[in-house]
Nanobody, 114 residues
Framework: QVQLVESGGGLVQAGGSLRLSCAASGRAFSNYDMGWYRQAPGKGREFVARISASGYTYYRDSVKGRFTFSRDNAKNTVYLQMNNLKPEDTAIYYC????????WGQGTQVTVSS
């Protein structure tokens, strides 16, 4: 059974950077579009970014120019490089296929202090 494991979160000051990773086990995902999502306290899960199987990326407006989504199919891992972080980026970050066919992982907490 496929399992998604997110990592790389932490506590940073505004303007700082983090690199999130999401490793998939149990299924090769090279043919899947993949997405990053986040859930802030008291809010629903929202879309952050998407990468196609061929590497095309798409971002929500609030992270454009700051976040970079990449993938390493050989490692069955996707990454989210987050620069110039803002307090409003504070959330638990998750990855999943698009559409969301895989079981959700535990996510990784990102906290940005002002």
């Amino acid at each position: 059974q496929v399992q998604l494991v997110e990592s790389g979160g932490g506590l940073v000051q505004a303007g700082g950077s983090l690199r999130l990773s999401c490793a998939a086990s149990g299924r090769a995902f090279s043919n899947y579009d993949m997405g990053w999502y986040r859930q802030a306290p008291g809010k629903g899960r929202e879309f952050v970014a998407r990468i196609s199987a061929s590497g095309y990326t798409y971002y929500r407006d609030s992270v454009k120019g700051r976040f970079t989504f990449s993938r390493d199919n050989a490692k069955n891992t996707v990454y989210l490089q987050m620069n110039n972080l803002k307090p409003e980026d504070t959330a638990i970050y998750y990855c999943n296929s698009i559409p969301n066919e895989m079981p959700w992982g535990q996510g990784t907490q990102v906290t940005v202090s002002s």
